[in-house]
């Protein structure tokens, strides 16, 4: 969902942008008369930037596998429909070797569209193939 990023620090923050088409397949049901992005695709477009983030600060990122585990304190704050530009933010508040704590922020024209705290694992992709 992540259609360009702005700039990047590893290990610190991510800027990147998600522009909001009328062409979207979720525009079809959520909402008929009214088109409204669906909060949960607000979610996963500030996780996606933050998984970007996280694989750019990882060592040997292609050796992991990072998937969200956890949404805390979401907060929606403004509708977004077609035509909005998302900048999404993301900020690496803590990282361990297991998991990473990353705070998200979803703007459109400077008002905040969405903030909250996203964990997400970090799984060894060695270990998940000797699980099989």
């Not at 800027?15 to 008369?33: D, L, M, R, W, Y």
């Amino acid at each position: 969902m992540v259609d360009r990023v702005l700039e990047i620090n590893p290990g610190k923050s991510i800027v990147a942008i998600k522009n909001v088409t009328c062409n979207e397949s979720f525009f079809e049901g959520h909402f008929p008369q009214v088109k409204i992005m669906p909060g949960v695709l607000i979610v996963e477009a500030v996780a996606q930037a933050g998984g970007i983030l996280l694989y750019h600060s990882l060592p040997e990122p292609e050796k992991k596998l990072v998937v969200l585990s956890k949404i805390q304190n979401a907060k929606f704050r403004k509708i977004v429909v077609p035509g909005d530009q998302l900048r999404l933010e993301a900020e690496i508040i803590k990282f361990r070797t297991r998991f990473c704590h990353v705070r998200g922020k979803a703007f459109v024209d400077k008002e905040i569209a969405l903030e909250g705290d996203i964990i997400a694992s970090v799984l060894d992709l060695e270990e998940l193939n000797e699980q099989k």
